[in-house]
């Protein structure tokens, strides 16, 4: 899934759990993403481990964006 995709997917799933507005939708989708980048494991390779925070970084990025 592309970071873009993901995103959209995190934001349209807390359109449909919540019933907030478009800037709490977004800060709640991004408070999710800054969790998953903080806790990327540390004993992975370190080429694991920047993939998986340049993806995460991407999907906040898309997020920002919406």
Request: hydrophobic residues 45%; contains cysteine; aromatic residues 10%.
């Amino acid at each position: 899934m592309t970071p873009k995709e993901k995103a959209l997917q995190l934001y349209n799933k807390m359109v449909v759990d919540f019933d907030i507005d478009h800037w709490q939708i977004k800060q709640c989708a991004l408070i999710a993403v800054g969790e998953i980048i903080s806790h990327i494991e540390p004993s992975l390779s370190m080429d694991v481990i920047s993939a998986r925070f340049d993806y995460w970084n991407e999907v906040k990025q898309e997020i920002e964006k919406l």
